[in-house]
């Protein structure tokens, strides 16, 4: 009987002690998951403050990046004004000009002036749309933070500027023709050419920098061959940029007088190229 009852208390003592060790270890898997929960919240909301800040911001560029772009705009058009001043002064097809020979360029170059006169300002419209079309399949994998939304809050924001810098430019150009008008003066106030050509190429820069940023972006999460999408809608930009500032000097040398030119140039660099390079300067940051 002793025996017995002695059994039963080990038995006892052995299953409690099992629950206790049971329960110790669901307790310490529990406290484990709690633990990876957190970390993961934690992960999570530090993701979500990254893609924040990532999606307001450009990768770091060297400051040069920067400043080139309206000088190289700035010397193409000088080039161009310094050398119809040597040449005479007169724009061609102007009264008193013995030269009314179209000048002989580059065939990309015709091809390009024939495109900018037919659609020179829908030029940045159409790398936007093209670049918001690549990053909208892939929005969630490649872009942090992205929520499916149509268009990120950076993109928005260039949006915005590539309206109102239209707008700016076509205000300009009705005040000019209306001031000239009024004034009757026999020659334009401005190049309208010139001044079209620096609000296209701030624009292409603006698009230059986020199809790079967009690139960059890619290079550690697996955005493998769909990255290089962006590195193609940056290589459009800097193509457009250099073709416009070559189609400026072609302007400037043979189609506008001097005066007309810089005002032109004085005022895109001022409204347009100065601004667009300020506003991203201030975006500029370190990538993480």
């Not at 015709?110 to 300002?121: D, I, M, Q, R, S």
């Not at 890619?218 to 500032?245: D, K, P, T």
Request: aromatic share 8%; net charge positive; with cysteine.
């Amino acid at each position: 009987m002793s025996t017995r009852l002695r059994s039963g208390k080990v038995a006892s003592e052995l299953t409690e002690r099992d629950r206790q060790v049971s329960k110790k270890r669901l307790n310490s898997r529990e406290r484990r998951r709690a633990s990876q929960n957190l970390s993961r919240g934690l992960t999570k909301s530090n993701l979500d403050q990254t893609s924040q800040n990532r999606d307001m911001s450009f990768y770091s560029v060297p400051m040069a990046i920067y400043l080139i772009p309206p000088i190289f705009a700035s010397i193409f058009v000088i080039s161009g004004v310094t050398s119809m001043v040597f040449s005479g002064g007169l724009p061609l097809k102007t009264a008193g000009n013995p030269s009314t020979e179209r000048p002989k360029l580059p065939s990309i170059l015709v091809a390009f002036n024939h495109l900018f006169k037919a659609a020179g300002p829908l030029l940045p419209f159409a790398l936007f749309v093209l670049r918001v079309l690549f990053l909208l399949p892939i929005q969630r994998t490649l872009v942090r933070g992205g929520s499916g939304s149509f268009l990120r809050d950076i993109d928005r924001t260039l949006l915005s500027i590539l309206v109102c810098v239209t707008a700016v430019r076509v205000v300009i150009f009705l005040f000019c023709k209306r001031l000239r008008r009024q004034l009757q003066l026999e020659n334009e106030i401005m190049s309208d050419h010139v001044l079209l050509g620096l609000s296209v190429t701030c624009l292409s820069r603006l698009e230059l920098h986020a199809g790079l940023d967009l690139f960059a972006a890619g290079s550690g999460r697996g955005g493998g061959v769909v990255r290089w999408l962006y590195a193609v809608v940056a290589a459009m930009a800097a193509a457009v940029i250099v073709l416009v500032n070559c189609n400026n000097y072609v302007t400037a040398r043979y189609f506008h007088f001097g005066l007309e030119s810089m005002v032109g140039l004085l005022l895109g660099l001022a409204l347009f190229e100065c601004p667009v390079s300020l506003w991203l300067l201030a975006r500029r940051r370190t990538p993480a």
